[in-house]
């Protein structure tokens, strides 16, 4: 996994703990600790699911055909910081974003996307549409000055990246 403290990837498996809450009628819950080695921070989770044996409340280190895991700490992802030149408004959005991302990946890609919508149209002057073409609008200028305006080149790509991890995780749900 990726550490959402430090973005290190590291082997989760080598680091994990777990304790049984116990069963309601939507299976067995179990609440997950996972160590970063890289900057030996916590990433706690709460998984449920069936259980693969006999389990008892309160028992450690048992393992759930999970099918439902919710990141609890920390909230959210650790990011680059945003360039001081990007509008108030949109850095708010952008935070919004990546703090809603571990409970609602679909809320934290409408987030990005009003984000990135804002910055092409505020930054670049991109005239509204939707976002593809927006997205061509912006390339045709890249190609005709044959660069990017900064504040895009500088915070675009934190706002892509978001992008493509909102999407991800709502792909997977
Ligand atoms: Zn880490």
Redesign the pocket.
Known sequence: MR?P????D?HDRQTWWSVVLGGDTEGQWVITRRT?P??N?FVLGLENGTSRGPITQGQQNAELNVLRSIQVWPKGVARAPVPPEVPPGIIEDYKEACLVLSDSPKASAALSRRCLQNLLRQAAGVKPGDLSGEIQQIWIVANCRKTLPTILTRFGILGISLLIQTRARVLAT
């Open positions: 550490c403290h430090c973005l290190i590291f970063c890289a900057c921070r």
